[in-house]
């Protein structure tokens, strides 16, 4: 059976199948640059970084450094390995969500129209720029087909960069609860991240962009099944229902959809296979985020720890394959490229903060609802800019999905008016 497996991916990774894109009838991708090896380039550079820091951890546990150690080093290894046990004079008490009953209701309203446009400017945004910067070629002109540019983990890079810029900003200029986590404790999170940002640009190169969105919407199956063997968590029969109903939604707009302008079954098996891979990775992510936040931590502290993680991975990595150079020459040679991956850090960056604002004002579900109609959006936007085609079938489906999202926000919504415990399905941390 796991033969059969990994013939499926070694056959969706075949160059001679695997080269999505504008232009099928050119020169054959080279071996070293297909998704499956560059994934494992990509897995080997950051476990030349989790392994010796795995080593040192355990070491550092066995030789029982917090008792014996000494030295300047002594507070690095502490705040790294074994993290500061809260102290109660210092602690900052997070302060629940303040129900808005002194405002006015205009006043709440603007507050509400501000964070909803927010959110759907800083998303649908990075949404339209991420299709544009791996889907389209730069520098094209009347006689020069242009180039493009393939090195997602570059993307990846910029985005975590400014996202750690902004958090450490906001860290220092608003007091923050007293950390008390191990810092090695973020790399698991931020491992999974990475790996899960990589998987959904790279998926880009071989599905259109209406079906990654449908598939990010469906990893709430994913992530309950996740949630069932990290977390050992229980779930609702209306949580089963509306799993089922989502899948039933994503298969009939996959099976319905006709074939994108140059594509083949392999290229669309080997974005079926990433978009695994992103959402398998990123049910990860949130349910390990959701087990760190019993120290107690902010949401900014937990941005600032997964981005400052993923810095490491992924300038390691790059730097050890050369790529780090390679993606500045081509800002250079691309001045509306470089624009772009800088636009898409921003709102990647601003989106994170309108949630934890939007959240804090008016909760999680509302969030969600705003969170789900910016989906719809994003497929009707990249349908009107990028020519992608959606049948009725392939509509009514999409409909389904949207449907059953909306659903759980009101099951959800019910369930805390009589007062009964939520289980949380995924964080509100890092979701680009």
């Not at 008016?362 to 497929?379: C, E, N, P, Y």
Request: proline share 5%; with cysteine; glycine share 8%.
């Amino acid at each position: 059976m796991d033969a059969r497996w990994w013939a499926v991916v070694l056959l969706a990774a075949l160059p001679s199948l695997g080269a999505g894109g504008e232009n099928p009838e050119g020169p054959l991708e080279s071996w070293t640059q297909l998704w499956f090896f560059r994934f494992l380039v990509n897995a080997a550079g950051y476990a030349s970084f989790m392994v010796p820091g795995y080593l040192l951890v355990q070491y550092f546990r066995r030789k029982n450094y917090l008792e014996t150690g000494r030295g300047l080093c002594f507070p690095l290894v502490k705040t790294c390995v074994f993290g500061n046990e809260p102290k109660a004079p210092d602690e900052v008490p997070l302060v629940p969500r303040a129900e808005p009953a002194e405002t006015s209701p205009t006043w709440q309203a603007l507050k509400l129209l501000f964070c909803a446009a927010g959110l759907q400017v800083s998303y649908l945004t990075w949404g339209v720029l991420q299709e544009r910067v791996m889907t389209r070629s730069y520098g094209a002109t009347a006689t020069l087909p242009g180039e493009r540019f393939s090195d997602s983990q570059f993307l990846v890079l910029m985005n975590r960069v400014l996202a750690l810029m902004v958090a450490g900003l906001y860290c220092i200029l608003c007091k923050q609860p007293r950390h008390g986590a191990p810092m090695y404790r973020y790399s698991f999170a931020s491992l999974s991240n990475v790996l899960s940002s990589w998987c959904q640009y790279e998926a880009l190169k071989f599905v259109s962009f209406p079906t990654q969105v449908l598939a990010k919407a469906s990893k709430v199956i994913p992530v309950m099944l996740m949630g069932k063997l990290v977390s050992r968590r229980s779930y609702e029969h209306w949580e089963y229902l509306t799993a089922g109903l989502i899948s039933i939604g994503v298969s009939m707009f996959l099976l319905s959809s006709g074939p994108e302008p140059h594509s083949s079954p392999a290229t669309t098996l080997s974005g079926l296979i990433l978009l695994a891979g992103y959402i398998a990775f990123d049910s990860f992510t949130s349910n390990w985020q959701d087990a760190l936040f019993a120290y107690k931590m902010s949401s900014v502290q937990m941005m600032f720890g997964v981005n400052c993680f993923s810095c490491l991975f992924t300038v390691g990595s790059l730097l050890e394959q050369g790529a780090l150079l390679e993606g500045i020459r081509f800002m250079g040679r691309h001045s509306e490229f470089a624009a772009h991956t800088l636009l898409l850090s921003i709102c990647s960056a601003c989106g994170q903060l309108f949630i934890f604002y939007t959240i804090g004002q008016f909760g999680a579900a509302v969030f969600t609802i705003i969170m789900t109609l910016r989906q719809a959006f994003a497929i009707l936007l990249s349908c009107l800019l990028y020519g992608h085609t959606v049948t009725v079938v392939g509509g009514l489906g999409v409909a389904v999905v949207f449907a059953a999202l909306l659903l759980r926000v009101y099951a959800r919504g019910r369930l805390k008016q009589r007062g009964k415990k939520v289980v949380p399905v995924e964080s509100s941390v890092q979701k680009v």
